[in-house]
């Protein structure tokens, strides 16, 4: 009777700048990472040979490749039920990309692929924030937006697999153009992009002085650090774009009764000059039953360590399958 049993699994995290791979046991240990430019690769064929032979690479290098049961990836517009990366208006490839199906091929092993959201949110849940929580959301905020509704206890995906992408419901009639292709979207105000063209548009409206009009590089980092030397028009970019955040999440509040949500990515680093407006607004307009008893929560764990994890607890969650058995 053979007891080997295979402890230990992959967790691939793709970003818009880089992918970063990682080799987790089953305790959530990081035993090693990983990561490359994912913007180095245009083609998708050559991104999965660079990925596969980099996984091949860490595996031996920690343990064998025998070792490593599984491996679950995080990507923006990925889909659990089909596994591929769907009409991705972020990353360099287009279409549908059947990503899961090309590594299973590559590497032999099981592979399960999930929305980067989702990814995120079973991170939290399994070791963040939401450990405990059983009907939550979260939300990112990055590059893109998108979130994760856990209700009961598991992760709502709905018919197709698209549930949750809340940065891409209409919050302007006929408002700013979305990479998606649509108007109005609350990615194209909320994001990273949306942000930048806010603090462009409030410059416009007026001649009065900003700190802003002497940056090198316009970034929701470089309009945090003038909102923090008290430059009015700064602060007025995070106050409309915190409105629109919280009006949004008060009516998904509204209709899911969440304990918590939970706010990760690179944008959530504008604390307070974000959350406060976006809490005031979420308060005004959240339904009367549920005012006051949804907490606002930032992740602690950092980013891609949250993800890999994440990646990793899909990873565990999916049947055993090996060519190398």
């Keep these: 009777m053979d007891f080997q049993i295979k402890n230990k699994v992959v967790g691939v995290d793709i970003s818009v700048k880089r992918t970063t791979y990682a080799i987790v046991d089953?305790?959530?240990?990081i035993l090693a990472k990983n990561f490359f430019p994912t913007n180095d690769y245009q083609n998708v064929n050559d991104f999965v040979t660079v990925l596969s032979e980099r996984i091949i690479e860490l595996t031996e290098q920690n343990g064998g490749y025998e070792s490593i049961r599984s491996m679950g990836i995080s990507a923006p517009s990925a889909n659990y039920k089909t596994g591929c990366i769907e009409n991705a208006a972020n990353l360099p490839w287009k279409g549908v990309i059947p990503l899961a199906a090309m590594l299973r091929d590559r590497l032999?092993?099981?592979v399960a692929l999930g929305n980067d959201a989702h990814i995120t949110a079973l991170g939290e849940h399994a070791f963040g924030t939401a450990h405990g929580m059983r009907n939550f959301i979260v939300i990112t905020l990055g590059h893109g937006i998108g979130s994760c509704v856990f209700s009961d206890g598991k992760a709502y995906l709905g018919a197709e697999g698209f549930a949750g992408e809340i940065g891409h419901?209409?919050?302007?009639?006929?408002?700013?153009?979305?990479?998606?292709?649509?108007?109005?979207?609350?990615?194209?105000?909320?994001?990273?992009?949306g942000i930048i063209a806010t603090a462009q548009e409030l410059m416009a409206e007026s001649d009065a002085p900003s700190l802003m009009r002497n940056l090198e590089e316009l970034t929701p980092k470089t309009?945090?650090?003038?909102?923090e030397q008290g430059d009015e028009i700064a602060i007025e970019v995070f106050r409309r774009t915190g409105t629109i955040l919280g009006i949004t999440i008060a009516n998904y509040a509204s209709i899911l009764d969440p304990e918590a949500i939970i706010f990760t990515g690179g944008i959530a680093n504008a604390d307070h000059w974000l959350f406060d407006p976006a809490y005031e607004a979420f308060q005004n307009h959240v339904f009367h039953n549920i005012k006051g008893k949804v907490k606002f929560?930032?992740?602690?764990?950092?980013?891609?360590?949250?993800?890999?994890?994440?990646?990793?607890?899909?990873?565990?969650?999916?049947k055993e399958y090996s060519l190398f058995k």
């Design 26 to 29: 089953v305790r959530g240990n």
């Design 108 to 110: 032999g092993m099981a």
């Design 169 to 193: 419901t209409c919050v302007v009639n006929n408002g700013r153009e979305c990479g998606c292709g649509r108007k109005g979207c609350m990615e194209a105000y909320c994001a990273e992009k």
């Design 223 to 227: 309009i945090v650090d003038c909102c």
């Design 297 to 318: 929560l930032r992740s602690t764990i950092e980013d891609r360590e949250r993800d890999v994890l994440g990646a990793s607890a899909l990873a565990w969650g999916i």
